[in-house]
């Protein structure tokens, strides 16, 4: 309680209960403190639907790489601690080059990226992610560059030649596949 009193801008402590051992990369997590109540005690089920308005109560913003990204960190794997690497990666991406992220989460690669006019394919298994992840290109305005994927990731590696001729079909391209202009900035 001290912390959420002394940091402005933090919201809530969480304790992680489990290991990361589930298809999606997600844990149970205990509230420990909240700057706002009534708060669920946990993040598992049993205590989420005990009030309809804990729905969002996970729900959080982050600022990074000159991005803003929403998501609901009981249902996405987020680790604040990759930020440096996130970075560092983003750096050795050239314009126009493609990149294709297999478990891309909620897109922290794939929307500054994107502002780099660096074409991603983004894909992510967790519906969740795929959800925040497309509205994480969609307010970070990349859509030109960044397109969404739903798949696992064999399939998308299996199919990556299809995906990335979808690029192709977009109206950034002519119709001798070639980029039209320099810039897709909104």
């Not at 030109?144 to 001729?165: E, F, H, P, T, W």
Request: charged letters at 25%; aromatic letters at 12%.
């Amino acid at each position: 309680r001290i912390l959420i009193d002394k940091i402005s801008g933090l919201n809530k402590i969480v304790n992680k209960l489990q290991t990361i051992d589930t298809k999606f990369r997600t844990f149970a997590m205990e509230v420990l403190a909240s700057r706002y109540g009534p708060y669920p005690k946990t993040s598992l089920p049993e205590d989420m639907q005990k009030d309809p308005s804990f729905e969002d109560y996970f729900r959080c913003q982050h600022k990074e790489s000159n991005c803003i990204f929403t998501l609901d960190f009981s249902k996405v794997y987020w680790n604040s601690r990759l930020q440096t690497e996130h970075g560092r990666l983003i750096n050795t991406f050239k314009k126009h080059e493609l990149v294709i992220d297999v478990m891309a989460g909620i897109g922290p690669f794939s929307c500054p990226s994107g502002k780099k006019e660096v074409f991603v394919i983004s894909n992510d298994l967790n519906p969740s992610s795929y959800e925040y992840m497309q509205m994480n290109v969609a307010n970070n305005h990349v859509g030109n560059y960044v397109q969404c994927r739903n798949l696992d990731g064999a399939d998308l590696i299996k199919n990556s030649l299809k995906y990335v001729d979808e690029f192709r079909k977009q109206k950034i391209y002519g119709n001798e596949g070639k980029l039209t202009t320099k810039s897709f900035h909104k």
